[in-house]
């Protein structure tokens, strides 16, 4: 079983940066792949960013490709999201969420997943 406990969220400008942090808790996090996605209201929940356990292999949905970067630190059990030049369509709820099946894109083979952090753009 892993907790996962999502901070860093908050109100930025257009153009700003954040860095979002997940804390995990429990057995084996260092066996999992962890992945970033979003949620805006009325939308899909979207892909943003996995690593794979060793933090050798990430992957990049292609709305933050180029502004936003996944890491993770093992020994404090927590993966990182920064995030820059943030736009509008930027804004949603971020999640962090486990996988034991390796980096993966598609939300439904993720077993653990946090409560999220509300992320709010302005324009």
């Known amino acids: 079983q892993v907790q996962l406990v999502e901070s860093g969220g908050g109100l930025v400008q257009a153009g700003g940066s954040l860095r979002l942090s997940c804390a995990a808790s429990?057995?084996?996090?260092?066996?999992?792949?962890m992945g970033w996605f979003r949620q805006a209201p009325g939308k899909e929940r979207e892909f943003v960013a996995v690593?794979?356990?060793?933090?050798?292999?990430?992957v990049y949905g292609d709305s933050v490709k180029g502004r936003s970067t996944i890491s993770r630190d093992n020994a404090k059990n927590t993966i990182y999201l920064q995030m820059n030049s943030l736009k509008p369509e930027d804004a949603a709820v971020y999640y962090c969420?486990?996988?034991?099946?390796?980096?993966?894109?598609?939300?439904?083979?993720?077993?653990?997943w946090g409560q999220g952090t509300q992320v709010t753009v302005s324009s």
């Open positions: 429990g057995r084996g996090f260092s066996r999992y792949s």
């Open positions: 690593i794979s356990w060793s933090g050798g292999r990430t």
């Open positions: 969420a486990a996988t034991d099946a390796g980096p993966q894109v598609v939300p439904r083979l993720y077993r653990y």
